[in-house]
């Protein structure tokens, strides 16, 4: 597959050094700062490419998608920060008859940390003796606050128990590829669940997956649809 990477930040580099380990083609890398507002992603830049990977920025990522689908390509997205502007995405998507999945953490491990979140508040619920928050922490770099993760984590846990608020308490510090936790706290006791991230190289993975999986499927997919094996 000739993948077109869309961003060369650090989640860029990453992606890249992916799509090569596991033998596919990097047949072009286009950064923010020849792309404002998408001008670089033209049919004659992007001839022969199967597919685009797309981490840039929240500012930059509507327009980049925007154009991709405009020009056929299938676009897996793991910016965050746009999400506000979600549903005329889909709309765009699904009218042009696109191709796009999207997904605020494209670790496996993060939607296991999900699904048991999810659990455990469900157990919680009706027991106003526990607090129950979550904190998340990132790179000195990372642009958005909360994590795009850690709202779609909170959005999980209200699914399960709309009695509490589960407010996300967010660090910004240094060199952290990402930490999300639930924490639980009652009198004489707490649990805390948390997901660690040793090195982004597990979200370009997922997204080199995912890319895989959405080459040759029409439609607007989640991350949790690769992963439910869904084929709608």
Same mark, same amino acid.
């Not at 709202?151 to 999980?156: E, G, S, V, W, Y």
């Given at each position: 597959m000739r993948i077109a990477v869309i961003g060369t930040g650090k989640m860029g580099a990453a992606v890249a050094r992916e799509v090569i380990r596991v033998g596919h083609t990097v047949a072009v890398e286009i950064g923010g700062g020849e792309n404002?507002?998408?001008?670089? =992603?033209?049919?004659?830049? =992007?001839?022969?490419?199967?597919?685009?990977?797309?981490?840039?920025?929240?500012?930059?990522?509507?327009?980049?998608?925007?154009?991709?689908?405009? %020009? +056929? %390509?299938?676009?897996?997205?793991?910016?965050?920060?746009?999400?506000?502007? %979600?549903?005329?995405?889909?709309?765009?998507?699904?009218?042009?008859? +696109?191709?796009? =999945?999207? +997904?605020?953490?494209?670790?496996? +491990?993060a939607a296991l940390f999900q699904e048991t979140a999810k659990a455990l508040a469900a157990r919680l619920a009706g027991r106003p003796e526990f607090d129950c928050a979550i904190s998340e922490a990132h790179h000195r770099e990372k642009r958005d606050a909360p994590s795009g993760t850690?709202?779609? =984590?909170?959005?999980?846990?209200?699914?399960?128990?709309?009695?509490?608020?589960?407010p996300i308490v967010s660090t910004r510090l240094g060199w952290i590829p990402g930490t999300h936790a639930v924490l639980a706290d009652g009198l004489f006791e707490s649990i805390h669940l948390t997901h660690t991230v040793r090195d982004r190289a597990v979200f370009a993975q997922g997204a080199v997956v995912a890319a895989e999986w959405l080459l040759g499927r029409p439609g607007w997919f989640h991350f949790d649809d690769l992963l439910e094996g869904a084929s709608r």
């Open positions: 404002r507002r998408g001008e670089a =992603l033209t049919s004659a830049r =992007l001839a022969g490419v199967d597919l685009a990977i797309e981490f840039s920025r929240p500012d930059a990522a509507v327009a980049n998608l925007t154009r991709l689908v405009e %020009l +056929g %390509l299938p676009v897996v997205t793991g910016t965050t920060g746009w999400y506000h502007q %979600l549903a005329s995405v889909e709309t765009m998507v699904r009218a042009t008859n +696109g191709s796009l =999945l999207y +997904g605020p953490n494209f670790s496996i +491990g850690a709202t779609a =984590l909170r959005q999980a846990l209200l699914g399960a128990d709309r009695s509490r608020q589960y």
